[in-house]
């Protein structure tokens, strides 16, 4: 079995993961909702990203930014100028392409060609085109009143330096970090969530000392590269890939994306570029206000260095490293293999016999023990072989089931989703034992 986007999209479109947008209008392209288990999903990814960036380090602070900045800070920061894609236009179809992708694109005459590859095909010399979402701030609609949509949350962390510094009792090297929608408006969007219009970032900006910036820029690729991996990714389907010279942004000395290997190839997850002092210095310029670090004996501007990465690509990434369709006992299941920190649900409780009342007794009351300290669902409904497989299609890697067993002796059985072995252990330490299991290192199964 091989894994593809459209066998994850449907599991994610059938389990409440991932709905199209505007779905009853039609859909809007390559726009999302996330349902439940999305939501749980997507929050467990940002809460483990924030647990290793902020609460396990000593050196980062968080923040939360505005999504729509005074223009000047894309002027400053060199977006308005440069933040483009080159795009054509086809005289004869009308169609508009991507200037730098025309082989990944379809001629809209002949659909098995690609644009300027037929005697009518006319295209356009390329033109720069600017992803910016413009918005207008207040009620007149003129040049004076144009905002844009974030393209990337790492401006705000740059324009609260001064702020931060002043404030939290951090000194470089130290990093902020911060999650929160960004728009661009792509091109060609695609691949279900892996390009999206509206999408969410995980930054974080790591300031340094000018002369130890490459040092910090290798330190960041290897952790980085380890988190993905700790939290499930295989080591075979992740890779660092340096940029060359010519496709480096224009505010990086150096990049290296994480790229993972997804079912259309291997594409980025996560870029971590050395920004140098290019942004502090830019926004000094442009505010006046000096962005620099003041020491005892010391001043200067600090030099950059930018992991970054997106939400949505990560969940990507996850399930489809997740996926899995196998035959159990001469069925088909499939099964979401995830990490269980970040699996939605971590443990589902199942009355053996949904009428008994003495098993359901028993049932919600350790139901209503573990929701406490984790997200756990009760089912009671049908057999209990179609729970299991309800739960495996989530992701759920622990099922406990309350039997006549646990009427008689007082013990349970736990299953283990990606064995499906079936222990007996006592319901009375079900809560610490799953807590105990939930800090354990997990790696997927070979
Ligand atoms: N501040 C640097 C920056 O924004 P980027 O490589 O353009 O760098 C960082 O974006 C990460 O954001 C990417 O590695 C990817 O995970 C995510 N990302 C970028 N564009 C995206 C899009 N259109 N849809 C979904 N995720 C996107």
Redesign the pocket.
């Known amino acids: 079995m091989s894994v593809t986007v459209e066998k994850v999209a449907a599991l994610c479109r059938r389990r409440a993961f991932v709905f199209p947008s505007s779905d009853i209008y039609g859909g809007l392209g390559s726009a999302y909702d996330y349902g439940h288990y999305g939501v749980l999903l997507r929050s467990n990814i940002k809460g483990e990203w924030q647990r290793s960036m902020i609460q396990e380090r000593d050196d980062m602070v968080g923040l939360d930014s505005s999504i729509i900045l005074n223009p000047k800070v894309w002027e400053a920061s060199g977006h308005l100028a440069t933040f483009t894609d080159p795009l054509v236009d086809c005289r004869t179809c009308k169609l508009r392409f991507r200037a730098d992708d025309l082989e990944h694109a379809q001629c809209g005459r002949k659909p098995s060609k690609h644009p300027g590859e037929t005697p009518d095909c006319d295209l356009t010399e390329p033109r720069a085109f600017n992803l910016m979402f413009e918005t207008y701030i207040g009620p007149v609609r003129d040049s004076a009143s144009v905002a844009y949509l974030r393209p990337?949350t790492?401006q705000g962390i740059f324009i609260n330096f001064k702020n931060v510094t002043s404030s939290m009792r951090v000194k470089p090297p130290f990093g902020i970090a911060q999650i929160g929608k960004t728009f661009?408006n792509?091109i060609t969007?695609g691949n279900f969530i892996?390009?999206?219009?509206e999408?969410e970032?995980m930054?974080m900006e790591f300031f340094v000392p000018p002369a130890d910036g490459p040092k910090w820029h290798e330190y960041w690729i290897e952790e980085r590269r380890r988190w993905h991996i700790s939290l499930g990714l295989r080591e075979s389907n992740v890779r660092l890939r340096p940029h060359d010279p010519d496709e480096l942004s224009h505010y990086s000395a150096a990049t290296s994306d994480i790229e993972y290997l997804f079912p259309i190839g291997w594409l980025?997850?996560?870029?971590i570029?050395y920004r140098t002092d290019f942004d502090l210095v830019h926004h000094t310029e442009a505010s006046g206000q000096k962005l620099e670090w003041i020491g005892h004996e010391e001043r200067y501007v600090p030099h950059v260095v930018?992991p970054?990465?997106?939400v949505?690509?990560f969940m990507l990434a996850f399930l489809c490293d997740a996926y899995f369709e196998e035959e159990v006992a001469g069925r088909e299941r499939t099964v979401l293999r995830l990490h269980p920190r970040l699996a939605p649900v971590k443990a589902a409780v199942l009355p053996l016999v949904g009428k008994s009342s003495e098993m359901v007794e028993k049932a919600r009351g350790l139901y209503e023990e573990l929701r406490q300290v984790m997200s756990t669902e009760y089912d009671a409904d049908a057999a209990i072989g179609k729970r299991y497989r309800r739960q495996d299609e989530i992701g759920t890697p622990w099922g406990l089931t309350i039997d006549d067993q646990t009427l008689d002796d007082g013990t349970i059985t736990l299953r283990d989703r990606d064995t499906l072995e079936q222990e007996r252990i006592p319901l009375e330490g079900a809560k610490q034992l799953l807590l105990d299991r939930l800090e354990q290192p997990w790696s997927p199964p070979a």
């Open positions: 990337e790492a661009r792509e969007p892996f390009r999206l219009r999408f970032q930054e980025e997850l996560e870029g570029a930018e970054a990465g997106g949505d690509r």
